[in-house]
């Protein structure tokens, strides 16, 4: 797999709405899990959700539950982030990330790739 790099962060209000892009290269995306992480200032690094290869598993973290919704379009090599009724508290550095094995999204230490982040900033 190659690099990753995520887009589409920004500020938004509460309540408010940014869908979160994750472009890889390569010709093997549909066999790779794609996670989405997130880190807030002086915390460390939160499970948000993860996606199978071929769509067919998705997980989210107990935070996000119900507003945010992972995506996958293996054509475009893209994972995607829909995050809805934003809160203060989902202010981030949002990361997107790849590995083969579904169960090591749960350890982050086994997880074979890491896009650079892209800032989630939600005012109260």
């Known amino acids: 797999q190659g690099p990753l790099v995520e887009s589409g962060g920004g500020l938004v209000s509460a309540g408010g709405s940014l869908r979160l892009s994750c472009a890889a290269s390569g010709r093997t995306f549909g066999r790779y899990v794609m996670g989405w992480f997130r880190q807030a200032p002086g915390k460390g690094r939160e499970f948000v959700a993860a996606?199978?290869?071929?769509?067919?598993?998705?997980n989210y973290g107990d935070a996000v539950k119900g507003r945010f919704t992972i995506s996958r379009d293996n054509a475009k090599n893209t994972v995607y982030l829909q995050m809805d009724s934003l809160k203060p508290e989902d202010t981030a550095v949002y990361y997107c990330?790849?590995?083969?094995?579904?169960?090591?999204?749960?350890?982050?230490?086994?997880?074979?790739?890491w896009g650079q982040g892209t800032q989630v900033t939600v005012s109260s």
């Open positions: 990330a790849a590995d083969v094995m579904y169960g090591d999204m749960w350890d982050q230490r086994r997880i074979d790739s």
């Open positions: 996606i199978s290869g071929s769509g067919g598993y998705i």
